[in-house]
């Protein structure tokens, strides 16, 4: 039994090495590896290239602020002030609309505020070089003229310090929530946790069906079946390709982590991901539902390759696992706007979204630990019975080399007992 054993193991090891050294020799899957880490390069150090380009004059749009008949009284200098992304140029002397047109062409301005009374109202016309869907009166310009005239008035009224500062009520907001399990995290870094399982699991899973058809056409498959048994294959080639896998997320994620640190300015990775909710626990997780996502694809997509004989029909085989994904990754990813909902909770145990899910869920608080357990369970058990359905059809179909094969045919050598 031990011996067995052994030389099952062993077998095990020679098609995971096997699949390894031929997902690893691929001319594509280099090139595609390689285009990805210069593009998340690029796409890090796009700040930088813009900066480059930049001539050292100030970023901001000038805008050209008339006020000839000194309605702001002086006050519109203050506009400077309140770091709205623009410069201001304050005049009080008369400027004539071809004197704004030619700066404007000349671009020493961008725009234009001309402020004057007509009818007993204020009336301000903004100029530009041009009007088109894209632009008009900025909000936050409108917002800072009527609030810099507003305090002007207010002031003129001689109320005191209590007085104004009733007027402008300091307001503290509080958040709260009715329902009683807190929600932590960042939608940010949990977003990208999940789409980074998702492309991991899909991507990987996805390269079984496009090996096992790859090696039934070139008859490596034959060979294969007479040295060891098709349960061995589809482990092996399983394991494989899930290691080469793991090792392409490791270094795509190591490329991005450090090109965010070296590129970008200090503290903003830390802003935007908020990293501390990332506890050892979690990554252990992450890990686990990543293997165990990774493992009810891959032996789907080992059984659809199976049941075709040409590359060319393999995505068309692939189809409906795709589809299943997809759902899977959507489910997952809808119920982050509400992750106390009973949906959530569904979409954790529901075997095709839980990789995507719990992790985020365990991130953000909500998962207790006898969801965990659930969802852990329901996932083993999804991939035992799969994994039996796959290797039974695998078994019977692998050396077929015909049309591809219709759910009939796929059903009838399922039923059919074991060689």
């Given at each position: ?23 690893l020799k691929k001319k594509t899957f280099l090139i595609s590896n390689l285009i ?151 939608v940010v870094a949990i977003m990208l946790l999940s789409l980074v399982l998702f ?157 995507f899910c719990v992790p985020f869920r365990i991130m953000m608080g909500v998962a ?52």
């Open positions: 039994m031990f011996l067995l054993y052994k030389k099952k193991m062993k077998d095990l090891g020679i098609v995971a090495s096997y699949t390894i050294k031929e997902m990805l880490i210069v593009m998340i390069i690029v796409g890090f150090n796009i700040p930088n290239i813009l900066k480059s380009f930049d001539d050292g004059e100030e970023t901001g749009s000038k805008i050209l602020i008339v006020d000839s008949e000194n309605i702001f009284e002086g006050t519109l200098e203050t506009l400077n002030q309140m770091e709205l992304g623009y410069e201001f140029e304050v005049t009080n002397d008369k400027v004539e609309f071809d004197t704004i047109k030619t700066k404007i062409e000349e671009e020493q301005i961008e725009d234009a505020i001309v402020v004057s009374k007509k009818d007993g109202k204020i009336n301000i016309e903004y100029i530009v070089e041009n009007m088109n869907m894209m632009n008009g009166v900025p909000e936050e310009c409108i917002n800072a003229l009527t609030s810099v005239y507003s305090n002007l008035q207010i002031s003129k009224l001689g109320l005191t310090q209590s007085q104004l500062e009733s007027l402008n009520p300091n307001f503290n907001f509080e958040l709260k929530q009715t329902e009683e399990q807190e929600v932590k995290g960042n492309y991991a699991i899909y991507f990987c899973a996805y390269q079984v069906s496009t090996s096992i058809t790859t090696e039934k056409t070139s008859k490596i498959m034959e060979t294969l079946v007479t040295s060891t048994t098709p349960r061995t294959i589809v482990l092996g080639k399983t394991i494989g390709i899930g290691v080469v896998g793991l090792i392409q997320v490791v270094v795509l994620v190591s490329v991005a982590l450090i090109c965010a640190t070296v590129c970008l300015p200090a503290g903003t990775l830390d802003s935007i991901l908020d990293l501390s909710q990332m506890t050892p626990f979690l990554a252990v997780m992450t890990i686990v539902y990543f293997l165990l996502g990774y493992l009810v694809f891959a032996l789907l997509y080992a059984l659809t390759g199976s049941t075709v004989s040409k590359p060319e029909d393999v995505q068309s085989a692939n189809g409906p696992v795709a589809i299943i994904a997809v759902v899977g990754f959507y489910l997952a990813y809808f119920t982050m706007m509400n992750p106390t909902s009973e949906l959530n909770v569904i979409a954790s145990i529901f075997p095709f979204s839980a990789p207790t630990p006898s969801q965990i357990a659930i969802s852990l369970a329901v996932l083993i058990v999804t991939i035992l019975v799969i994994a039996q359905v796959s290797i039974k059809i695998y078994s019977n179909a692998i050396l077929n080399y015909g049309s591809k094969l219709s759910l009939k045919d796929i059903v009838r050598m399922y039923k059919q007992k074991d060689n």
